[in-house]
């Protein structure tokens, strides 16, 4: 996933979008977007009005060297056939330890039984589609892998489009190619015109997120 | 072959003696334990949203009580090991006393991560699925592999005590005659006996030693194995074992102050005990203030960003207050108690100790919630207020460790009988003058006795 | 005088009918500045003449309407030479800054040609000055944009270069305006890719139409090159696509190309409803076993040892309740004692050596399944070929074999050998597993490899509508046993 900061106006869309997506659960007294867990923050990195970029939105990073992934003490969180770092929770065992692990503050706890809608019951549990979230797990953003098995974009990401915004892009890495909807650009020329770059990044983390930082112009 | 014992009353007067008090002190930790049982049940039906803890401050008081209680127990394998080891007679009278709290500080301190986990009806998970690159499960072996050898430390000295107490205390119940029966293994004091306990006493004292360790420093590789600022830290693992090390040996100060006083041990618990065991404490503190130093001063010289902000919160900042309390009050304060002569007596002895054991609680409570409160994103820093739940089961676990040490001290003799044989007893006005129940002795008689030569003595 | 003017005027008739008879094929003025190529082929002339009285004997404004990409040839012919003197004439057109050579009696002829590109009405006038200027300022070139798309465009494309993953090829389009190639004109490249097509590079046609870049594909199958040229004012907008089958790289398995309008109505769908978990669970526990042995046997050594240990603690305690020898024979004798001591030390150490195997055993076990990768699955291997046979005179092309097993669970391996002799290009395509296999050219072999993870029958198509009249009868059948 690729975003591009310059384009980013703060909206908080792509989090509306998320959570109506995934029904996400409370944020139970958290940083929230209208009550609910933020998966996709959007972060407002500066109150300069000369700042050309200070909205950040912040999805799980999809860390190719995943803290989280290391400390599970039953493999409640792990590697689907996407690479995308998912959480099971039929298994997890609420500890936290992933959340104590994550450096970008990006899993949440549902410290209460989250209120549940009548259809979500006949959705038969996959950790691509974490719904019916249960008390006592862990939650994250997972780029929408549901999505992606049916070929279309997360949710965030359509949003973004769906706006006129187009910031955030989604794409394959092997394949060389991202797309926000109506772009379409291939990734390794993008992040080396444009000097992308990926959050905290000494920290060894190799998340598969990018940033664009805003091209003076 | 057991000669004769004469006898040892205060030792074993405590065993069977329940005055009122008794009673009523166990009545009101039986009650502290029961309400920390209620919370815990609001817990387990809401889930952990009745706690204070949230995304951003994730573990608070549950993992503080879990490393503090862990940190207790080292002193097992300090009193006992080390100083059996290294051959200190006077270690004698203390040894069944730091085993004991232990045991039931591991026992309690092992609960404590059950408490927190938002499934625990998933425990089983953790053998069933358990991936042993996560720090948890190295902690879930540690801690059961210590647990299990420190209840056989504790178990082994024991056993001849236990043989007595079945051969010689009546008027106890038949239940407690056979948990004695079962737990003598058949003692006799005969040689060859003696040879074996010898030998298993020896093998556990050296191999005790390394467990406990090991056992600390993965707990504190739970903290310092993620990139959190305050937590990515290498010296982690001897930093937690200094600070287990130094709790452990202000808890067993406390326990002898205490047995000292309402059991009338004088004899066995005296100042030349409690003078060593302060000087220790004295060394460990000394120790432990140079690891803080390496802690803090090193992040400090370099004021890298994130540490640089985490470092101004414990020292100016919303924690400063607690983090001033554990170090100047539960490291200066007792240093300088410890070191002046006219508070070196037996209170001030154990006023420092309180003052270093409540210290040390802060001091974890400081290590785990700023770090987390003060994460490296600023735009998510929290702020953390522990709720009524997290108090009542943090004081049912201090109560239940000390109802569990209270209980096993009035049914085992606090004090080795048969390796601090040899110790005169000098009547006390307390004790009843007419036949002690259960021992057909009168507290006149005072001679003194060897309980079985057992040469392991000079282990 | 009425001769004079008469000649004068015959001599106008004849200028005129010269000048009429100049608007004729380009190749009269070769001398002249030639139309460049690329440009349009309508040329315009005109001729104008000019004296004192203005341009063509009037002071009127005289237009020439002129339109966008017209080869423009303006003639200016002397017209004063009823004057006892020379009057010379410079006529010098504004916008496009050209200025004729000097128009006097001994040169009477001098012309104005070039590309009317720009648009807006543009004046021209008598520059020196001469007898009747003021008259001469009333010329204007009025050139109107021309209307778009009325010129049609061809654009080629071809590919050079084996198309390899991972290898660079030259894409090469060729932009021709009828049989005239397009100079200076912008072609962008496209590659289709998951989400539709991908803009790979932009060139500028040189002197031959030709616009050339190098690129490296980073996906493989079946995958569009498109080149398309935008179009100018005057030239209509023009694409071309040409579909072409990418070899994966040589350890790569293919993957699946997924042509554009990958976001439209023929995107892939999941072989299952959602929710209904069919996926695999992959717990990629990170760490492969060969890296993770050695930390693992450690980690058991130790363990395993101190366990032992207990063991041995526990032994001992145990033979503190088996008691001791009765006393007699303590008293009797130490060598009995030391005998049945050591005897019993020797069982306890036996007891000893069978917990600590134990221990390693149930271990290695217990680590064995935790960390050994995915279990290895069989590898079926099937070759398919596609065949062209003669019945009765009727070609048929069919799939041998029609039906193919295999088993679930396993990983399979698809060889599809295209064998028809009659040359016609096949494939094959198995929709409800994602598999297609492009266009194999008659010889071409093809391989698909697939986990075999949900079983029923599937249906074996060709990939490659229209390859043969009875396309839609090549069908097959892929049985995935349970």
Known sequence: MVIDLARCNGCKKCTEWCVTEHKVPPAWGNPSYNGYQEWIAVVQTSNDPENAAPFRPTPCMNCMNAPCVKVCPVGATYYNDENLVVVDNVRCIGCRFCMAACPYDRRFFNWGEPPHTPDERFINYTPDFPVLHTKGTVEKCNWCSHRARMGRLPACVEACRNEGMNAIFFGDANEDVITNGEEIFSLSKILASRGGYRFMEELGTEPSLYYLPPTGK | ?459 | ?482
């Open chain 2, 1 to 459: 072959m057991m000669d004769e014992s004469a006898a040892t009353p205060k030792l074993v007067l405590p065993l069977t003696n329940y005055g009122k008090a008794y009673y009523a002190f166990v009545g009101l930790l039986l009650g502290v334990v029961g309400f920390g049982t209620y919370a815990y049940s609001t817990q387990l039906q809401s889930g952990l949203v009745v706690t204070a803890m949230r995304d951003n401050v994730l573990w608070g008081l549950y993992i503080t009580n879990f490393v503090f209680f862990i940190g207790i127990s080292h002193v097992g394998a300090l009193m006992s090991a080390i100083l059996r080891l290294s051959g200190a007679e006077w270690r004698k009278p203390i040894t069944r006393m730091a085993e004991a709290i232990t045991a039931c500080s591991l026992a309690v301190g092992a609960l404590m991560p059950i408490v927190d986990l938002g499934r625990p009806d998933r425990i089983l998970n953790i053998p069933l699925y358990g991936r042993i690159q996560s720090p948890i499960l190295w902690d879930f072996i540690s801690i059961g592999t210590y647990l299990a050898g420190s209840l056989v430390f504790l178990l082994l000295p024991l056993i001849p005590d236990i043989a007595m107490l079945r051969d010689r205390l009546s008027g106890v119940s038949s239940l407690r005659h056979r948990i004695y029966r079962t737990l003598s293994f058949g003692w006799r004091g005969t040689p060859y006996q003696q040879d074996r306990l010898e030998k298993a006493i020896g093998v556990m004292t050296i191999l005790i030693i390394p467990i406990a360790i090991s056992v600390h420093t993965v707990v504190s590789w739970i903290f310092a194995m993620t990139l959190r600022v305050g937590w990515n830290s290498s010296i982690f693992g001897p930093y937690f074992v200094a600070g287990a090390l130094l709790s452990g040996v202000a808890s067993v100060i406390l326990a002898m102050a205490f047995f000292r006083h309402f059991y009338h041990l004088e004899d066995y618990l005296t100042p030349k005990h409690f003078r060593n065991l302060a000087n220790l404490m004295l060394t460990m503190i000394i120790v432990y203030i140079y690891f803080v130093l390496n802690e803090f001063l090193t992040p400090a010289y370099k004021m890298e960003t994130a540490e640089g902000q985490l470092l101004g919160a414990l020292f100016t900042g919303e924690f400063s207050a607690l983090f001033m309390a554990a170090q100047v009050g539960g490291l200066v304060v007792p240093a300088i108690l410890l070191s002046l002569r006219r508070t070196r007596n037996i209170l001030g002895y154990s006023i420092a100790s309180m003052l270093v054991v409540v210290g040390i609680w802060i001091k974890r409570f400081v290590i785990i919630v700023p770090a987390l409160a003060r994460s490296q994103i600023a735009e998510f820093w929290a702020t953390y207020q522990p709720s009524w739940v997290e108090w009542s089961i943090t004081a049912a676990a201090f109560a239940g460790f000390i109802l569990l040490y209270t209980v096993f001290s009035r049914v085992f003799p606090i004090v080795s009988v048969w390796e601090t044989a040899g110790i005169s007893e000098v009547p006390s006005e307390t004790a009843s003058p007419t036949t002690i129940s259960g021992f057909g002795f009168t507290a006149s008689q005072a001679s003194s006795v060897q309980v079985g030569s057992v040469s392991g003595e000079d282990l």
């Open chain 3, 1 to 482: 005088m009425n001769l004079q003017i008469r000649r004068n005027k015959l001599l106008y008739v004849a200028l005129a009918l010269l000048a009429f008879a100049l608007i004729l094929p380009p190749n009269v003025f070769a001398h002249a500045n030639t139309p460049p190529a690329g440009a349009s082929e309508q040329i315009k002339s005109f001729a104008v003449i000019v004296n004192r009285y203005g341009f063509n004997g009037t002071d009127k404004t005289l237009s020439l309407n002129l339109v966008q990409g017209d080869a423009v040839h303006i003639m200016f012919v002397y017209g004063d030479e009823d004057l006892p003197y020379d009057n010379p004439h410079v006529i010098f057109l504004v916008g496009y800054d050209l200025g004729t050579t000097v128009i006097s009696r001994s040169d009477p002829i001098a012309a104005l040609d070039f590309i009317a590109t720009k648009t807006g009405t543009f004046a021209f006038y008598c520059l020196v000055p001469c007898v009747g200027m003021e008259n001469l300022e009333y010329g204007a070139a009025v050139v109107v944009p021309r209307p778009p798309g009325s010129l049609p465009t061809t654009l080629d494309v071809a590919l050079d270069g084996v198309t390899v993953q991972g290898q660079s090829v030259n894409m090469a389009a060729t932009l021709a305006q009828g049989s005239q190639p397009v100079s200076n004109a912008r072609v962008d490249f496209y590659v289709s890719t998951t989400f539709g097509p991908m803009r790979v590079g932009r060139a500028i046609t040189d002197e031959k139409g030709l616009a050339r870049i190098g690129y490296r594909f980073t996906a493989s199958g079946n995958l569009a090159v498109i080149a398309a040229f935008e179009g100018t004012e005057s030239l209509a907008p023009s694409g071309k696509q040409l579909n072409v089958f990418v070899e994966p790289r040589p350890d790569e398995p293919i993957v699946v190309g997924i042509l554009p309008d990958a976001m439209g109505e023929n995107r892939p769908t999941l072989p299952y409803a959602l929710g209904q978990n069919q996926i695999p669970d992959i717990r990629a526990v990170g760490v492969p076993l060969s890296q993770s042995l050695p930390v693992i046997t450690l980690v058991l050594l130790i363990v395993g040892s101190v366990w032992a240990t207990y063991a041995y603690v526990f032994a001992q305690i145990r033979a503190i309740k088996r008691g001791s020898p009765p006393e007699q024979e303590r008293k009797e004798g130490g060598e009995e004692k030391l005998q049945r001591t050591s005897a019993r030390q020797g069982l306890d150490k036996r007891i000893l050596v069978g917990i600590v195997l134990i221990v390693v055993v149930v271990g290695g076990v217990f680590a064995y399944y935790q960390f050994a990768a995915t279990p290895q699955k069989q590898v079926e291997t099937v070759e398919i070929d596609i065949k062209a046979v003669t019945e009765g005179g009727v070609v048929r092309h069919i799939f041998d074999p029609s039906t193919i097993t295999v088993h679930r669970g396993n990983h399979i391996v698809l060889i599809v050998t295209n064998n028809a002799e009659d040359g016609t290009t096949h494939g094959i395509v198995i929709a409800e597993l994602n598999l297609n296999t492009g266009s194999q050219r008659s010889g071409q072999q093809a391989k698909l490899e697939f986990d075999a993870n949900t079983a029923g029958t599937f249906s074996i198509l060709c990939s490659v509508p229209g390859c043969a009249p009875d396309h839609a009868q090549m069908i097959g059948q892929l049985i995935v046993a349970a």
